[in-house]
């Protein structure tokens, strides 16, 4: 099982700053941000399944656009899966006909080319061979991290959180985590606007790596542009026993 990284960026305006997106094998993207428009038509039309973390532009931008490439010349829906408010936020402000026309009713509500699939935190959903489950974030919005089981290997992809025990605790959870994509956006001496965001900072990702009892590779995503460089190297001087690695688009992640 494979993960690609088509955006790991937590805004634009540097080279290769596309926003969150991540390609499972060839069908299943975790996440729909910019980084989707730069797979090929005949790509796009693999994508069967997408899941959400939470409903913020940068994790959806490119889900309309997806939905209105392929949907006529797919056999078969394209399933998104997320918790329940963030599809109750899809209808009410994207998927309403003013922004966007509602794919669940093109070209009708009994073949639709999107079909909306709620999921609660702690669900797994199976998919061939692979186990995908929800897990808690903590964020402005509610929000989910997603486990991907492969059978042998997990991987974990925070989504947008802060520091959050019950994350914590689902990581540890988990019998053989061979990856934990976790974002870091702000640098230590934004830490007053990260925590009022609800996201990381450097000091924030040691305590979570703290009291992380597994032994994954950690990536870090979601730098904001412009401090990417600050960021890392706040991250390189932290005293922690897992040493996190700056998560670059194009990286191929096998487990």
Known sequence: MKLTVLGCSGGIGEAESRTSAFLLDDDILLDCGTGVGDL???????????FLTHSHL??????????????ES????I???ALPETLHILRAHVLNWLVWPDFTAIPNR???WLRLQPIQ???????GERIITALPALHTVPAAAWCVDSGQYQLIYSGDTTYSPELIAAINSQPALAHLIVETAFPEDMR???MA?????PGILALMLDEITASPEVHITHLKPGFGARIMKEIDALPCRLRPSRLTQGRVLEF
């Open 40 to 50: 090929f038509f005949s790509e796009l039309q693999r994508i069967n399944h997408v």
């Open 58 to 71: 940068d994790h959806i931008a490119a889900l309309p656009l997806l939905v209105d490439a392929i949907g």
């Open 74 to 77: 797919c056999r078969h829906p």
């Open 79 to 81: 399933t998104l899966y």
């Open 110 to 112: 009994n073949h639709p």
């Open 121 to 127: 935190t702690g669900e797994s959903i199976n998919i």
């Open 192 to 194: 007053a606007l990260a």
């Open 197 to 201: 965001a609800r996201h990381i900072c």
